[in-house]
């Protein structure tokens, strides 16, 4: 591709996009797609000859667009609703143009110190001290897996030499609330602790840890002469965004002397508004945190952003430095040494198991610069009301009920036909039947979760340009589909 070629297909590729940001509802939100259809629609083998931009962005739109779901879109309820917004659409593609490897400082000064700049600065936001130091990671998992790999290495002797392979060591135990995301689950399988090394605290009735439940676990789990390590508190579950009481359960961790890791994967964004900062009281004491400005804070897909106060123990944990890899007196007098680094300065490929990291947080300080904190607050109390309106609706239906309390911008709810004929186990597949029926109409995409064991239908709002007129349309449906399967 030559330099004309370049800006011809580049503008093109730009109009097109900013079509599509502004247009995105014109698609349905769910893809319209058997499986294996898109396989099947292009070659086996790579071509040969080369191929214009004009015929591949043509197979783009013919093939892949239609197996697109549409997660920048308005009417887009599932999961968590979030949003790759323009300016941070703009900064990924120039940060593949500049193709920075950021794993040495050296070899990219720039990306590793915009990475602490833009995490100094969400760090503030988020009500965080100073103590904590950031680093980017791809994804709130993979976060979530090296501050379960830094608890493991201050708590086991010489596990990073010896491993975990012997008689020394008692069974390890993690602590997360029965609604914690499966990313623990994860993370506790990959670093060879076992599945069953992970307890699941029991909760309260809205759906939070129970610190009296957590101190009793640890008890017993040492009586039983095991060593619990970590504790993972949430801060926004993935099914109702219930959150965790992180004062208490910093207390039975500090008592204990657990690593507290905190999840706040998503909820951690509303921090940033006054009206929510407390919901990260106690924050302050934890060991770790993380945050995904991907999930609630306008950044494309992907960038986790990951706090530690004792980062010391996460490098000790990760870094492994080959000679290829070693830097000079001269360059390392900044990079290296364990407290002397001036911030920022540090090896990134020292924390944590990847060596070479993109240049994600450009896109964080392109967001965070070109919204402003102001509009961004202002986005977020939207969708805090948006999602309280929607309760509203639900909660004045006599066919609808809402199964539970609503501390973000999450709605748990489940339709409850009109009649006492209907079992439990009904009820659920007549709410998997609606849910189904409002996500073929294309018009919005809703998902589930189980709920004290029911089935429930989860609206979640968090896309840039959901209005009141897009939620307002996926309760209709609800109404009118839920109508339409009474009376078939
Ligand atoms: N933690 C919570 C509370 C989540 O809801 C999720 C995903 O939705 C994750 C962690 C994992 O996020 P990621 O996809 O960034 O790994």
Redesign the pocket.
Known sequence: MDPSDFRRDGYALVDWIAEYLEHSDRFPVLARVVPGEIVAALPEDAPEDPESFGAIMADFERVLVPGLTHWNHPSFFA??AITGSAPGALADFLSAALNQQAMLWATSPAATELEAVTLGWLRRLIGLPDAFEGVIY???????LHALGAAREAAVPDVRTRGLARSDIPPLRVYCSQE?????DKAVIALGLGHHALSRVAVDDQFRMRPDALADAVRSDRLRGCLPLAVVA?????STTSIDPLPAIADVCGDERLWLHV?????GAAAILPSHAHILDGAARADSL?V?P??WLFTP??L?AFYCRRMDVLRAAFAFVPDYLRQSAAASSASQGPSGALHGTGNLMDTGVQLGRRFRALKLWFVLRSFGVRAMRAHLARHLDLAQQFASWVDAHPDFERLAPIPLSVVCFRWKPATDTLTPVQIDQANEQLLAAVNQTGQAYLSHTRIRGRFAIRMAIGHLRTEERHVRQAWDLLCHLSRQLTNK
Not at 138 to 144: G, H, N, V
Not at 180 to 184: D, E, F, K, M
């Open positions: 999961y968590f791809d994804t709130a998992s993979i976060s979530t914690a995301h499966s990313s623990v949430s801060v926004g579950t993935t999840d706040a994967a998503y909820g993380v995904n991907h999930k897909f992907d986790s």
